[in-house]
């Protein structure tokens, strides 16, 4: 297939490129600067907000998988905030402006969305059909901004007139892969340091997929044509920080923090906290009744083969 992926340069843009490439697709990446990427990858500059020359890419296209938009490893201010919103909206808008024009619209448009639309819980997880978060009690208020970028990001693809083209929003959980750069890797910078205890008691649940699931998960999605709409990229298996980390640290012990040296040690790492204590308890119901069978559904087995990798074993 030819697939062209906006947003195709960061860390989980980086699997897929890997994957596809090495299954032997043709791949093209759109992003707003000239980056190098690994042999056999085509770059595309786009500036993620109008249709332009880019658009040739898309027409004659098998798939589109838009993974545009502003990390959210930042600190969550206005501007950034705004940036994150605008980013996915403007996008994806463009996206589908470009599919509607085409001559040969792709078969399948695969759209980034995020576990993170979900209320935050410790209680029943929630699959697809699962409670959309929003104004919530004694969470912070930009939680439900972070809600709001979600919707009005899925709200734009929907937006798309393309019944020539399947659409599907990948609700993602963290990604995890041995990258340099990714979750794992600064989930085991604090392990090594001793920081990897509990946070705020550690009771907020962690949802993530394994990188070799996540690529799985999506080739399903590239090649059945009977799923669309929201579909939830997650493994069966979320489980709380605390257990989360100290299936990381082994026999290392963690410093507990509390929810303000969790404020202090987002600054430093100009992050938010958010990420680390809002409850994502999400599970992949379409993927399981769909007959998705997951190579790493919990968590100590993942992290080992994570590991492992990244150390070349």
């Not at 619209?105 to 699962?130: C, F, K, M």
């Not at 959980?173 to 890797?185: H, K, N």
């Not at 605390?242 to 303000?260: E, I, N, Q």
Request: net charge neutral; charged share 25%.
């Amino acid at each position: 297939m030819k697939i062209v992926i906006p947003g195709g340069t960061g860390q989980v843009g980086g699997i897929l490129r890997r994957a596809l490439t090495q299954a032997g697709h043709e791949v093209v990446v759109l992003s707003r600067n000239a980056t190098p990427l690994e042999s056999g990858v085509r770059h595309v500059v786009w500036d993620g907000r109008n249709v332009g020359d880019w658009a040739v890419e898309v027409d004659g296209a098998d798939a589109v998988i838009n993974l545009a938009g502003r990390t959210v490893s930042c600190r969550y201010t206005d501007e950034h905030l705004a940036e994150m919103m605008d980013s996915r909206v403007y996008s994806t808008l463009a996206v589908g402006q470009a599919i509607e024009r085409a001559a040969r619209p792709p078969r399948v448009w695969l759209q980034a969305s995020t576990a993170t639309i979900y209320a935050h819980t410790h209680g029943a997880a929630n699959g697809e059909d699962g409670v959309i978060g929003g104004d919530e009690p004694d969470v912070p208020d930009y939680w439900a901004f972070s809600v709001e970028i979600a919707q009005r990001w899925e709200a734009a693809q929907l937006m798309a007139d393309t019944p020539a083209t399947r659409k599907v929003a990948l609700r993602s959980a963290m990604v995890m892969s041995p990258d340099r750069g990714g979750v794992l890797d600064v989930l085991l910078w604090m392990a090594r340091l001793g920081l990897g205890g509990p946070v705020a008691g550690g009771r907020q649940y962690v949802s993530w997929i394994h990188d070799r699931d996540f690529v799985r998960a999506v080739e399903t999605l590239l090649e059945r044509d009977d799923l669309h709409g929201p579909v939830n990229l997650a493994s069966p298996g979320p489980l709380p920080q605390r257990d989360l980390m100290k299936a990381l640290r082994g026999r290392r012990p963690g410093l507990p923090a509390t929810r303000w040296m969790a404020e202090i040690g987002a600054f430093v790492l100009r992050t938010d906290t958010e990420l680390l204590l809002k409850s994502r308890r999400v599970v992949p119901t379409r993927l399981l009744a769909e007959g998705f069978a997951f190579e790493f559904p919990a968590w100590p087995e993942a992290a080992e083969d994570l590991v492992r990798r990244r150390l070349g074993r």
